[in-house]
């Protein structure tokens, strides 16, 4: 079996598996005492991911936000935010988002060979570009995430991301938060996208921990092998 980082994939949704609507203001799945759970998974990763379209429709900073955590990481040898990466096909990334204007760490683009030109053009010496195929290959990734000495890595979204990744079979363990209401817009962003997932009814995965948060559930599961 190839090496790779161990793979935490992360999401807050609604109860009909919405993860925001189709407003231009940003819709607020989880609490404050969610959010400190997520900002220690966060603390605890050497990379935190998330696809362009997250960063253009969200303009996630992505950082570690309590102080004492990143005092912490600095005083074991780590920068106070984990590693940054995106995914993007298309190339369509704007080098001003605070994805890649906030936190002292590195900024990692992953892309196609068609668009890595163009995407390097774009961003400059705001990121680091790496090709990761004619077509986005998860794979690759993580592969060269290894490389840069990266164990732990937590993926936060948005659908068509946790689709590629579970689809892959790469997640090693998953975590949902349930909000306490329902989008109900047909075309509103989901968990995830229609696809085949190895995660099906003849091969369930397993539920480690459930866990009230205020008005909100955790549940974890980690993925058992296919048979």
Same mark, same amino acid.
């Given at each position: 079996?190839?090496?790779?980082?161990?793979?935490?994939?992360?999401?807050?949704?609604?109860?009909?598996?919405?993860?925001?609507?189709?407003?231009?203001?940003?819709?607020?799945?989880?609490?404050?005492?969610?959010?400190?759970?997520?900002?220690?998974?966060?603390?605890?990763?050497?990379?935190?991911?998330?696809?362009?379209?997250?960063?253009?429709?969200?303009?996630?900073?992505?950082?570690?936000?309590?102080?004492?955590?990143?005092?912490?990481?600095?005083?074991?040898?780590?920068?106070?935010?984990?590693?940054? &990466? *995106?995914?993007?096909?298309?190339? /369509? !990334?704007?080098?001003?988002? $605070?994805?890649?204007?906030?936190?002292?760490? +590195?900024? =990692?683009?992953?892309?196609?060979?068609?668009?890595?030109?163009?995407?390097?053009?774009?961003?400059?010496?705001?990121?680091?570009? &790496? *090709?990761?195929?004619?077509?986005? /290959? !998860?794979?690759?990734?993580? $592969?060269?995430?290894?490389?840069?000495?990266? +164990?732990? =890595?937590?993926?936060?979204?948005?659908?068509?991301?946790?689709?590629?990744?579970?689809?892959?079979?790469?997640?090693?363990?998953?975590?949902?938060?349930?909000?306490?209401?329902? !989008?109900?817009?047909?075309? $509103?962003?989901?968990?995830?996208?229609?696809?085949?997932?190895?995660?099906?009814?003849?091969?369930?995965?397993?539920?480690?921990?459930?866990?009230?948060?205020?008005?909100?559930?955790?549940?974890?599961?980690?993925?058992?092998?296919?048979?």
């Amino acid at each position: 079996m190839a090496v790779r980082p161990y793979v935490l994939l992360s999401v807050a949704a609604s109860l009909d598996g919405c993860i925001d609507d189709t407003s231009t203001a940003r819709l607020l799945l989880s609490n404050e005492e969610d959010f400190d759970r997520v900002d220690e998974v966060r603390a605890g990763a050497d990379a935190i991911l998330v696809g362009a379209n997250t960063i253009r429709a969200d303009n996630p900073r992505l950082v570690v936000r309590s102080a004492r955590r990143r005092e912490e990481r600095l005083a074991d040898g780590r920068p106070a935010t984990p590693l940054k &990466v *995106t995914l993007t096909g298309s190339g /369509d !990334v704007d080098p001003g988002a $605070a994805f890649f204007t906030t936190g002292d760490t +590195e900024k =990692l683009v992953y892309t196609t060979e068609c668009a890595a030109p163009a995407v390097r053009a774009r961003v400059g010496d705001v990121a680091t570009v &790496v *090709t990761a195929g004619r077509r986005i /290959d !998860v794979h690759a990734v993580l $592969a060269d995430l290894v490389d840069r000495k990266v +164990e732990r =890595l937590m993926v936060e979204g948005g659908g068509a991301t946790h689709t590629l990744f579970l689809t892959a079979g790469v997640v090693d363990e998953l975590h949902v938060v349930y909000a306490p209401f329902f !989008v109900g817009q047909a075309d $509103a962003p989901r968990f995830v996208n229609p696809a085949r997932f190895p995660q099906n009814p003849g091969c369930r995965m397993t539920l480690t921990e459930t866990r009230q948060l205020g008005d909100v559930v955790l549940l974890c599961y980690r993925p058992r092998a296919a048979p």
